[in-house]
């Protein structure tokens, strides 16, 4: 059974910092890319950014490109959101995400975590 779940959410003042984990099970790992989607109140599920199977390389989304920034470790099976610099308009609900060539958009995500809640505060 693969199972994504992520954790780190929370409350955040304007300014602030979180990370978030999503560690895996029941999936190669290694086989994927694995990448980070958000949902705003009311709003379409959107790229925040992927890494590839080997971890050598990101993409972003321009809103959170030199704010945020995605990391993997293979061995644990988990990947990583550094968010730093939030803002109001960071807030939405976080899921992590496994497939391939995932920065083309959740289309292209086998595997979803169950998300996890991220509010900045002003």
């Known amino acids: 059974q693969v199972q994504l779940v992520e954790s780190g959410g929370g409350l955040v003042q304007a300014g602030g910092s979180l990370r978030l984990s999503c560690t895996t099970s029941g999936l190669s790992f290694r086989s994927y890319d694995m990448g980070w989607f958000r949902q705003p109140p009311g709003k379409e599920q959107v790229f925040v950014g992927g890494i590839s199977r080997s971890g050598d390389s990101a993409d972003y989304a321009d809103s959170v490109k030199g704010r945020f920034t995605i990391s993997r470790d293979n061995a644990k099976n988990t990947v990583y959101l550094l968010m730093n610099s939030l803002k109001p308009e960071d807030t939405a609900i976080y899921y992590c995400?496994?497939?391939?060539?995932?920065?083309?958009?959740?289309?292209?995500?086998?595997?979803w975590g169950q998300g996890t809640q991220v509010t900045v505060s002003t």
């Open positions: 995400g496994a497939g391939n060539s995932i920065n083309r958009g959740p289309m292209y995500v086998e595997w």
